[in-house]
C-alpha cells in the first residue's frame, strides 16, 4: 500500500491558499487545472495533516474546522519566545510524520528550530518574482516602485527573507489600470493555481533540489 504523502499548511489570514490546496485534494488530484493535471499518472494520495495558525480569530481557522483538518492554533505572546513555540510545532509535526510543510499566508519568520530539520520539506509562497520585493507588501512595493510585471514565486524555505531556492514562477502583467486590489486579485488567482501544482511535483518526486538550484522534471 502507498503511504500517504502527508503535509502541515501554515497560514495567518483569510486562507485562500489553504482552500486551494484543500479543493484539489478533495477532488483528488493536486494540479490546478485540466490542462496541466496530470492526468495520466497515478492519482496521488496527499493528505492535509494539520494546519498552524498564531492568530486564533483568523478566517483559515474556520475554514479547517469546516474542512475537518486538525489546527494547532496559538498566540506568540502565551510563550516565552519564538523558539519555544516553534519546538512545540516541531514535536506535532515529527509525530504526524509530516513529509511537507507550506507556508502560505504565515506572517512569522521562523528559527533555525524550524528550518534546519525541515530543509527540503518547507516551502513558501511569495506574491512578487523574487528576488524582486522580498518581505511584507511585495505587492506595494512592486506597484511603488514601476514594474510592468510582477508575479508568483513558491521557494524553499532556507532560514532567509525569501531567499531560498526557487521552484516555480509565474509572470502577472501591471497596467495602467491596476490599483494595488486589482493585482492582487489577479495574483492571488495565479497562486491557487501554481501552489497545488508545485505540491504534486513534489509529491510525485519531481522536484530535485541541488544546492540553491532545483531541478525540475
Do not use: C, S, W
Given at each position: 500500500m502507498t503511504k500517504p504523502f502527508r503535509i502541515a499548511v501554515f497560514a495567518s489570514g483569510s486562507g485562500s491558499n489553504f482552500q486551494a490546496i484543500a479543493d484539489a485534494v478533495n477532488a483528488g488530484r493536486l494540479a490546478g487545472d485540466s490542462v496541466t493535471s496530470s492526468s495520466m499518472q497515478p492519482r496521488l494520495d496527499v493528505r492535509i495533516e494539520l494546519l498552524v495558525c498564531d492568530r486564533p480569530?483568523?478566517?483559515?481557522?474556520?475554514?479547517?474546522?469546516?474542512l475537518g483538518v486538525p489546527a494547532f492554533v496559538f498566540r506568540p505572546k502565551d510563550y516565552a519566545d519564538r523558539e519555544a513555540y516553534e519546538k512545540e510545532i516541531l514535536e506535532r509535526?515529527?509525530?504526524?510524520?509530516?513529509?511537507?510543510v507550506v507556508?502560505?499566508?504565515?506572517?512569522?519568520?521562523?528559527?533555525?528550530?524550524?528550518?534546519?530539520?525541515?530543509?527540503?520539506r518547507l516551502i513558501n509562497i511569495h506574491p512578487s518574482l523574487l528576488p524582486s520585493f522580498p518581505g511584507l507588501d511585495a505587492i506595494k512595493q512592486a506597484?511603488?516602485?514601476?514594474?510592468?510585471?510582477?508575479?508568483?514565486t513558491v521557494h524553499y524555505v532556507d532560514g532567509g527573507m525569501d531567499t531560498g531556492p526557487i521552484i516555480a514562477q509565474r509572470s502577472v502583467e501591471i497596467t495602467p489600470q491596476d490599483t494595488e486590489e486589482s493585482l492582487a486579485?489577479?495574483?492571488?488567482?495565479?497562486?491557487?493555481v501554481?501552489?497545488?501544482?508545485?505540491?504534486?511535483r513534489i509529491a510525485r518526486g519531481q522536484v530535485q533540489l541541488q544546492g540553491n538550484i532545483t531541478i525540475t522534471s
Open positions: 480569530k483568523a478566517q483559515v481557522v474556520e475554514r479547517a474546522r469546516q509535526l515529527q509525530a504526524l510524520e509530516i513529509d511537507l507556508m502560505a499566508g504565515y506572517m512569522r519568520l521562523i528559527t533555525n528550530v524550524l528550518v534546519e530539520p525541515l530543509y527540503g506597484m511603488d516602485y514601476g514594474v510592468k510585471t510582477t508575479g508568483v486579485a489577479r495574483i492571488h488567482e495565479i497562486e491557487h501554481l501552489l497545488p501544482q508545485v505540491i504534486e
